[in-house]
C-alpha cells in the first residue's frame, strides 16, 4: 500500500511530537509505502482542445523513516506521480488556511474525481473554517462575536467584561489578546489598539469570545477519528502568568481522561462531521464550551501517546483503512 502525505517540507518536522511522522511510522511499521510532497508541487495540466486532461501529479519523495538517526528520515526516490495512483492521500498541511491552501483543496478535490482518496475531504477542509465551524452548534461554545464593527465589538467587552480577541486565520495562539475592565467598569487601557490592529481598522473580521476562567485547568485538545473521540484529551496549560495553553505558546500539555462534558460535545458533533468528510478532527474545550474545531491537521498524537499508552497513530490508520 502506498500512502502519499501532503505536508510542510518534511525537514521542518519535530521528529519528537510531530502527528504527522507519527501517522507515517505507524504506515511503515505495518509494511505501507511512505511518500510526501508539499502543496506547492502539486499540479495539473489540460484543456487545448484535449479530449481527455491529464490528472493531477505532483512531485513526490518516496522516504524512508529511521529510528533514532539525524536526519530522521532518508530518500528513496523522487518521482512526478499521478495522485490517484496511491492507495490514499493524506492531506496534512499546517495552517494558515490561506489562498494557497484553498487552491491546493481545489487540486486534491480534481485529484478525487480523477480516483483518489483523500483524508481529510477537501470539501470538507474548505467547509469547516477553524475557527468559525463552532457557530453551527451555539449551545455548546461560549458567548461569541464575529465581526469586524469596532463598535460592535467595544459593545461585546463592555457587556462581558472579560473577553478574548482573536485573528480567524492564526495558529498556535498566535494574535490572540485578553482584554479585561478595570475595577471601576473602565474598558481595557489596550481596547481600541487591539481591535484596531486585529482588524486592521475595520477592514478584517475577527472573534471575540467570553473570557473562561477554567483555561487555567488546561486547554483541552480532543481527537475525533472518525466521529469517535479518542479516551483521552490533552490539556495544554498556560504557564508563567499567559492566557494562551497553546504548546506554540509554551503551554504544558498533560494528558487526561475525557470528562463528561468532553464526551456528551464529541458525541453531539463527532457523527456528523465525519459524515462529510472529516476523518480526524481536534476540536478544543475549555471546561465545558467548545472553542474551536480544527480540521488541517490535528495534533497531539505524540503526547497522549507517550503518557497514556493509548495508540492514537494506530486508531487512526485502522479507520483510514476502514473508510478505504
Not at 492521500?89 to 481545489?106: C, W
Request: net charge negative; proline share 6%; charged share 25%.
Amino acid at each position: 500500500m502506498n500512502l502519499l502525505f501532503v505536508a510542510d517540507p518534511l525537514e521542518t518536522f519535530n521528529p519528537k511530537k510531530d502527528s504527522t511522522l507519527a501517522m507515517m511510522r505507524e504506515a511503515q511499521r505495518r509494511g505501507f509505502a511512505v511518500w510526501a510532497c508539499e502543496p506547492r508541487q502539486l499540479h495539473w495540466l489540460g484543456g487545448a482542445g484535449q479530449a481527455e486532461a491529464g490528472p493531477v501529479q505532483a512531485q513526490c519523495r518516496h522516504v524512508q523513516l529511521l529510528d533514532g538517526a539525524k536526519p530522521w528520515f532518508g530518500d528513496i526516490e523522487h518521482v512526478v506521480r499521478p495522485l490517484r495512483e496511491f492507495d490514499a492521500v493524506l492531506m496534512r498541511k499546517d495552517p494558515p488556511f490561506d489562498s494557497e491552501f484553498f487552491y491546493a483543496t481545489h487540486l486534491l478535490e480534481q485529484a478525487e474525481r480523477e480516483g483518489a482518496r483523500v483524508f481529510n475531504r477537501p470539501r470538507a477542509l474548505r467547509d469547516h473554517p477553524e475557527k468559525l465551524a463552532i457557530l453551527e452548534w451555539p449551545q455548546f461554545i461560549p458567548a461569541t462575536l464575529v465581526s469586524r464593527d469596532m463598535a460592535a465589538l467595544r459593545a461585546f467587552a463592555a457587556e462581558h467584561g472579560d473577553i478574548i480577541v482573536k485573528p480567524l486565520d492564526g495558529m498556535g495562539g498566535a494574535g490572540i489578546f485578553r482584554l479585561r475592565q478595570g475595577g471601576d467598569g473602565s474598558p481595557d487601557v489596550n481596547l481600541n489598539v487591539v481591535l484596531e490592529t486585529l482588524t486592521d481598522f475595520g477592514r478584517r473580521t475577527i472573534m471575540a469570545q467570553r473570557f473562561i476562567p477554567e483555561i487555567a485547568q488546561g486547554d483541552k485538545r480532543v481527537l475525533l477519528i472518525d466521529g469517535e473521540p479518542v479516551p483521552f484529551s490533552l490539556a495544554r496549560i498556560p504557564q508563567g502568568g499567559e492566557t494562551r495553553g497553546n504548546l506554540a505558546a509554551g503551554g504544558l500539555g498533560v494528558a487526561q481522561a475525557l470528562t463528561p462534558a468532553d464526551r456528551a460535545i464529541a458525541q453531539a458533533i463527532g457523527a456528523e462531521l465525519a459524515a462529510r468528510g472529516l476523518l480526524l478532527v481536534g476540536i478544543d474545550i475549555i471546561g465545558d464550551r467548545l472553542t474551536e474545531i480544527n480540521v488541517t491537521s490535528p495534533t497531539c498524537f505524540v503526547e497522549i501517546s507517550e503518557q497514556t499508552g493509548f495508540d492514537v497513530a494506530g486508531r487512526f490508520i485502522d479507520a483510514m483503512l476502514a473508510r478505504l
